[in-house]
């Protein structure tokens, strides 16, 4: 109680000059780098010494590692691999498959439109209170 008697007055002022300040703040370089993300940044290089034409086992690609203090197996570099895969192929499939979800909902949408106007054909001109005089001939005529 007694630090907030002797803090300063805080005016809008000081408040939008803060935000401002708050906002141009980029993010932190950070030292530590969790291991999935360390294999995402080498994931391509991984994946190139690991294929057909340079032929490095998972194990050999870990001990290249280890040399620079980086401490994976070579099966869980492997995993992580996969992993990343998985998560990319997840990304592709969801963002093809949105486009043509939107497409398709224009379908149902027309289709829906369609049964709804068929539907107003088939009502009976029993309910004259809530119908417009137009709606009324509109309706009379369409069934005769």
Known sequence: MSEHQNSEIITK??????????????PKEREDVSDR?????????????????YGYSYDEV????????????????KYLIGELKKSSR?????????????SENKTTEN?????????????PVNNR???????LLAAQAATT
């Open 62 to 77: 870990s001990e290249m590692l280890k040399d620079l203090g980086i401490n994976l197996s070579g099966s869980r570099i």
């Open 111 to 123: 289709q829906q439109a369609v049964v709804d106007s068929s539907e107003t054909e088939e009502t």
């Open 13 to 26: 002022q000081k408040i939008d000059k803060a935000i401002n300040l708050l906002k141009e703040q980029k």
């Open 129 to 135: 209170k809530s119908k417009s005089k137009k709606q």
């Open 37 to 53: 993300d360390a294999v995402r940044q080498m994931r391509r290089y991984i994946e190139k010494l690991t294929s057909d034409k």
């Open 90 to 102: 997840r990304r592709h499939q969801a963002s093809s498959n949105s486009d043509s979800s939107t």
